[in-house]
């Protein structure tokens, strides 16, 4: 005996027919607009931090404040972290995307 409805919500559980796709919803440009600029906002503010924490660790080291050497160098990795992660932010995006996109 055939359950032709049974077959069609099994048939859609393993594939339901929707991939990304560009340009379907208004404000997509914009959107893009606005996720751009507020990645270079970020990339700032870490050049910022970065500069703040080197001059911490400089500091820190002169004038012998282990503590605010150790700090410094705490912001500098950090910083250096977040603009790792900023900067390869689309790749990861990207990579995850196209090996989620394989599972079948």
Do not use: C
């Not at 990304?20 to 404000?27: A, I, Q, S, T």
């Not at 959107?31 to 500069?51: D, E, T, Y």
């Not at 950090?78 to 992660?85: C, K, N, P, Q, Y």
Request: cysteine-free; glycine content about 18%.
């Amino acid at each position: 005996m055939s359950f032709p409805l049974a077959d069609r919500v099994v048939q859609l559980a393993y594939d339901p027919g929707i991939s990304p796709k560009g340009g379907g919803l208004p404000g997509l440009a914009v959107l893009k607009n606005v996720v751009n600029s507020i990645n270079m906002f970020g990339i700032i503010a870490v050049v910022g931090a970065l500069a703040v924490s080197f001059g911490v660790w400089a500091w820190g080291h002169h004038t012998g404040g282990h503590q605010a050497e150790a700090n410094g160098k705490k912001g500098a990795t950090v910083a250096a972290g977040a603009a790792l992660g900023l900067g390869a932010a689309n790749g990861i995006v990207a990579f995850f995307s196209s090996l989620g996109s394989q599972v079948h």
